[in-house]
């Protein structure tokens, strides 16, 4: 079978820096995806990683340890608007397992 | 301008009925997919197409039908509805399957009453 755990909420201050994290257990594991949801909206892509290392796109990077079945997604300067959740999801041969979600708060 | 869009946005019906969801994507892409996601947010896949070839069935009930007439469209009929079917359902649509992005649907939220 597998496996995502990543927590349920977090919460951070404008401006600072938020850590995701992720761990998980599957076979014909391919790489890890991160995803964002607003309320009400649908999943966007953010970020894939499908070898070890640490890949930036803008505020947000994501960071992958096939060896430790871990990740995270690391956000920077927070703003208001990345108030939302965010899903990793691992690739298992033909499809994409998501995880249950991380609701992240972000305080004034 | 829509690279996925989904009918209707809203669907609210009775127990027992047969309704339909229909997406198209523009992308050119060639896998289609079907999302169920619940009221804790849990995101579920439930199928996946690729050139009109079905690659992914999950545990889903038979009374959910998925149909492809083609690689832009993934239609999503349910038969016999039930109070557990309320959900959000998302299509999504990717360049291929596996590792590539997927770019999803607004949803469709279905409420049985």
């Known amino acids: 079978g597998q496996s995502l755990e990543q927590p349920s909420e977090v919460t951070a201050v404008e401006g600072a820096i938020v850590q995701i994290n992720c761990t998980y257990q599957?076979?014909?594991?391919?790489?890890l995806s991160w995803y964002q949801q607003h309320d009400g909206g649908a999943p966007t892509f953010l970020s894939y990683n499908g070898l070890d290392g640490l890949e930036e796109t803008g505020r947000f990077s994501s960071f992958l340890s096939r060896s430790d079945s871990y990740g995270y997604l690391l956000l920077q300067e927070l703003q208001m608007k990345d108030s939302a959740s965010y899903f990793c999801a691992v690739t298992q041969d033909d499809k994409i397992i998501f995880g249950k979600g991380t609701r992240l708060h972000i305080l004034p | 301008d829509t690279a996925v869009s989904q009918t209707p946005k809203y669907l609210v019906t009775q127990m027992g009925n047969d309704k339909s969801i229909k997406c198209e994507q523009n992308?050119?892409?060639?896998?289609m997919y079907w999302y169920k996601q619940d009221s804790k947010k849990f995101l579920k896949i439930m199928f996946s197409?690729?050139?009109?070839?079905?690659?992914i069935n999950e545990t889903v009930p038979n009374r959910f039908s998925p149909k492809s007439p083609d690689k832009a469209h993934l239609n999503l009929h349910i038969n016999s509805l039930e109070l557990g079917d309320s959900a959000v359902y998302f299509c999504a649509s990717s360049r291929g399957a596996g590792n590539q992005p997927q770019h999803f649907g607004d949803g469709t939220r279905l409420s049985i009453l």
């Open positions: 992308l050119g892409h060639d896998t």
């Open positions: 599957t076979s014909g594991f391919y790489g």
């Open positions: 197409y690729n050139n009109k070839e079905l690659i």
